[in-house]
């Protein structure tokens, strides 16, 4: 489904990422981890396509085509999702609309018609219940006031609605409590399919108890150091990442 090759990325004059490897099979659940500023973030930004970092090298292949020169709006069409993609206050808008207005974008990037309104409604009903999100937050403007267990609730909610193909989380800064936890974990392990991958980013040893990994990957200043299975989060949380540093360094 992905295939990352010995992708280098960076912003003006810094490199950030240096030859990451990655693949992801449908099915699958990888982790991400790694120290502050080892390039998590940036690594799903230049998966996601923003367009603030350039890629100096390698390739994103996806569904078995290069995607390093799609726009954003495209890779999402295709079926890439990124949370935090959509954290903008809009005032006046619905999350129910919102989402309405992205499914039916979508569908037009693929040559179809809108959606209707009998089907959104259905499929707003149903992927709600799944995760249990009450009617009142879906009419709610998008974004204005929410708490961080509301955004995330938001984010999962987008997830389930666009179906992505490719998910990938970024959990890093989003200051997750154990509501928010239980959220982000519950709806991924519903949304969860043979066709379907998930890329988490996180610091929280925790989540992955939660959403169980088949991989985890550290992430050390650019590169992928060490690949494991879920045990390999658990030995992070106990070691920290000191000991990955020497033991490269030898
Ligand atoms: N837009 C940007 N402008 C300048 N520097 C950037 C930008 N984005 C990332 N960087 C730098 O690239 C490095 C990697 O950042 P990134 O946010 O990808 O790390 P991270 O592993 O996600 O960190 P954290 O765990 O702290 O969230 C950092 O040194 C950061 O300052």
Redo the contacts with the bound molecule.
Sequence with gaps: MLTIKNLHAG?EE?D?LKGINLQVNPGEIHAIM??????????SSVIAGKE?YEVTDGDIIFEGGSINELAPEERAHNGIFLSFQYPVEIPGVTVTNFIKTAINETRKARGLEDMPANEMLKLIREKSELLEIDRKFLSRSLNEGFSGGEKKRNEIFQMAMLEPKLAILDE??SGLDIDALRIVSNGVNKLRSKDNAVVV?T?YQRLLEYIVPDFVHV?LDGKIVKSGGKELALELEEKGYDWLKQELSV
Excluded: A, F, Q
């Excluded at 790694?34 to 690594?43: A, I, M, V």
């Design positions: 912003i810094k950030i790694g120290p502050n500023g080892s390039g998590k973030s940036t690594l603030e890093t800064d980013i610091h992430l």
